[in-house]
């Protein structure tokens, strides 16, 4: 991984705990005095996003660490480990959530105060546009808890939306109906539960090694074409560690060249290879003779 990418991934991050800080402050406040559950219950959620930001932080500085003797392959499994432990967050706010609005449901409260709504506006706003930024810095920098910590902030926005709609049916339809509220925070824990599966599905295919990567296997074959004397490609396994692409590549060359031209041949393919997709960790290429006709 580079330095830039690290740089980037770290300064979203920074931007994530920022950004959940103060929104957690202005829910809680806005929730407390606004007579909303909803927003309460998105402040809640929003407390959680701060340590699993911070957690991604730890994560993102961990796997930054060179390989060594017990970890050649480097620390970059790390990543989707904290992605498990960030996903355990949102089950853990989502149950918090449910189990409150269901007690807040029965129980005869006030409607909420109709300038929350303005609140919720802004914040929906601002949590769209942050998961778009995180979520491209996740894209740029290969970073699966990085995508996790993007959706945070999508479903952030998310629940944000139903507790507007729950806020504006309570105030739009009166007494009676002061339970709205309640049933969109319910909701909001619903979604957050189905989020929650998203984003560990991909953190759990790294884990296992899963085929999930066609269009880099292709970069990978179109880059080794460049490369004087590597005839063709076959086999190509990939596997994914934090930011990084390690890589496995049976390459085909004259079969009657000597033993140190087909060496050499597989160093210039891997320093092709890094050159052009940086991306790409631990390389091993592993030479197949062709018979060259005429």
């Known amino acids: 991984m580079s330095d830039s990418s690290q740089q980037e991934a770290e300064k979203a991050t920074y931007f994530s705990i920022a950004g959940n800080t103060m929104m957690a402050i202005l829910k809680g406040s806005a929730g407390y005095f606004g007579n909303s559950f909803a927003l309460i219950a998105d402040a809640i959620e929003s407390t959680a996003d701060i340590f699993a930001s911070l957690l991604v932080l730890f ?8 390989a060594d003797k017990n ?17 355990g967050f949102l089950i853990t706010s989502a149950t918090i959530i449910a189990y409150e609005s269901i007690q807040n449901i029965s129980t005869p409260h006030e409607l909420p105060h109709a300038w ?3 609140i919720l506006g802004a914040i929906i706003i ?34 944000s939306i139903a507790a507007f709609v729950g806020i504006s049916i309570a105030l739009l339809l009166g007494k009676g109906y002061e339970a709205a509220d309640d049933w969109a925070a319910l909701f909001a824990s619903a979604f957050i539960l189905y989020n929650s599966y998203l984003i ?20 990978i074959r179109q880059v080794a074409k460049k490369v004087d004397g590597i ?19 049976h390459a085909a060359v004259n079969g009657q060249i000597s033993v140190k031209e087909g060496h050499d041949l597989a160093h210039n ?16 290429i592993h030479i197949e003779p062709f018979d060259v006709v005429g």
């Open 59 to 66: 994560g993102l500085k961990y796997a930054s660490k060179p």
């Open 126 to 159: 601002w949590k769209e546009l942050s998961y778009r930024w995180v979520l491209l810095k996740s894209k740029k920098t290969n970073s699966s808890s990085l995508k996790a910590d993007a959706w945070h902030h999508r479903s952030d926005a998310i629940t």
């Open 116 to 118: 929350t709504l303005w």
């Open 200 to 219: 560990f599905r991909p953190a759990l295919g790294e884990i296992m090694d899963e085929h999930l990567h066609d269009e880099i296997i292709e970069q």
């Open 231 to 249: 005839a063709d490609t076959e086999k190509c396994f990939i596997r994914k560690a934090g930011m990084q692409y390690h890589v496995e590549l």
């Open 71 to 87: 970890h050649p392959y480097g620390h970059g499994r790390v990543e989707p480990l904290i992605t498990f432990i960030v996903v």
């Open 269 to 284: 393919l891997k320093n092709k290879l890094h050159k052009e997709l940086p991306q790409l960790g631990h390389i091993l």
